[in-house]
DNA sequence: CGGAGCCTTCGGCGCGCATCGAAGCATTGG
DNA sequence: CCAATGCTTCGATGCGCGCCGAAGGCTCCG
């Protein structure tokens, strides 16, 4: 009985907003240091150290030392997968400012989730696997067909080495901006590998943006049938993630 | 921009244990009033109260006023697979014990609420009344039409006795399986009676459950045009908790 | 109408915890 | 060895808010 008070801490760990902070800013999956967070966060060190442990505690994050750095990373996909779904609700209960930021569009295009893209891009990305019956998308659940694992192998991807991952191979996520389900798993994050590998795209350092070459989006575009309409530009700079305000 | 902070509302919305509680008991999708959730959280109605107006402010739940009760439910499914995501986090991150309710499916199908049915066989009722003409439904409020009554006496019931009465024929009340208006009021309840004299169904005893006699279910079908799918068994007991009562 | 049930608002109490200053370990480098 | 950096622990402070008792508003019922 008492499922309650679990699911309260869970949200009593991302209902502080410092916490939130270091949350999101992880959610671009790059581990960060106890002092990138507390300055993420805007706390003082004492105060991100004792938010980490507490984070930790609960199994949200994990921790490595390294050298006399502490890093410290999302403990799995699930996790960020919650906090993109709590994004989501935040985003339709509109208690978030509808207000648009500089820099918001480019993110709803295409960003890194974890470890997988996500946005506009990665939505019709999986609509257009759907579609051609590379993907089976039952209720929360993902699955490669034959075909599909013939078009994977075609752009070049080591299926029989995802296999043997432990990670499961597909996996729903559901995405904040389109608010529809993007893939994540080890084939999600396989693939944005091959886009960086392929030139088509790099993620702009210190932030969760995904930009895309004019060159890689028509590629993308073509491969994956995803609707047009121009991003081009991203314009980087800016803190990581959180704030931005104009 | 701040999108931490907005995670962060609904994180501490949910960090609360009263609230999860109040939450978790709505995950079943039925509207529950603010005493019931009173109970369920463990607090005192002025408690709940406040915490109740907190969540639908934050766009969680949604309130409708019914007699002198006031029933909440989840604002939608995306509310429900946000909860259900970090019950299953808790889970993973091994904090909690999971509970898996098997008996749901059953209820889902048909259950007594208050005094008339409810679940999928009420809710498909009250659909093909509606299509039929015999019941109109404006937003929140039902009438029995002529033609109507006359269908409602062919099933045997004393509508004169029933209009007589001071309670209301007809009224709507929430149904969660489709998230529909079912029919209650003197109108729900006598149907109910009636199916239960006919021999159609009966209750079991100690639950919310109303098991419809393979026959019965054919009737019902052959004279409501509710969709086929035999329910069949309902299982074990259960503990009822939550409702019900009279 | 008056009484009862359901719920909300108000006021005050008390705990929890986020926060920061200062000090204590650990690691790196000279 | 000492100094510097990165992070943690300890202690104290203050605010937020969860909680309940009491009182008021609605609604239903006889």
Chains 1, 2 share one sequence.
Not at 70 to 92: F, I, K, N, Q
Not at 181 to 189: F, S
């Amino acid at each position: 009985m008492k499922v309650g008070p679990d699911i309260a801490m869970i949200g009593a760990l991302v209902g502080d907003p410092a916490r939130a902070n270091m949350l999101t800013a992880l959610l671009a999956g790059q581990a960060l240091t106890a002092g990138e967070l507390a300055r993420e966060a805007g706390v003082t060190a004492q105060t991100a150290s004792s938010h980490l442990s507490r984070l930790e505690a609960g199994g949200l994050l994990t921790q490595r030392k390294q050298g006399r750095h502490r890093y410290y990373a999302l403990s799995g996909e699930d996790v960020a997968g919650v906090l993109e779904a709590m994004m989501g609700l935040a985003a339709r209960t509109g208690h978030t400012r509808v207000r648009t930021g500089p820099k918001e569009p480019a993110l709803r295009r295409a960003r890194v989730c974890y470890d997988h893209l996500a946005g506009e891009l990665a939505v019709g990305m999986l609509e257009h696997l759907v579609a051609r019956g590379f993907v089976i998308e039952a209720t929360d659940a993902l699955t490669l067909t034959p075909t599909g694992e013939t078009f994977m192998q075609a752009l070049g991807l080591d299926l029989p080495a995802l296999a043997a991952a432990r990670r499961p191979l597909c996996k729903g996520c559901l995405d904040w901006s389109v608010r529809r389900t993007h893939l994540a798993g080890a084939l999600g994050a396989a693939l944005l590998d091959r886009f960086y590998a392929l030139g088509w795209a790099r993620r702009e350092p210190g932030t969760r943006l995904v930009s895309f070459t004019p060159r890689g989006l028509g590629a993308f575009r073509e491969i994956f049938g995803v609707a047009p309409q121009n991003d081009a530009e991203t314009d980087s700079g800016g803190d990581g993630e959180t704030e931005a305000t104009a």
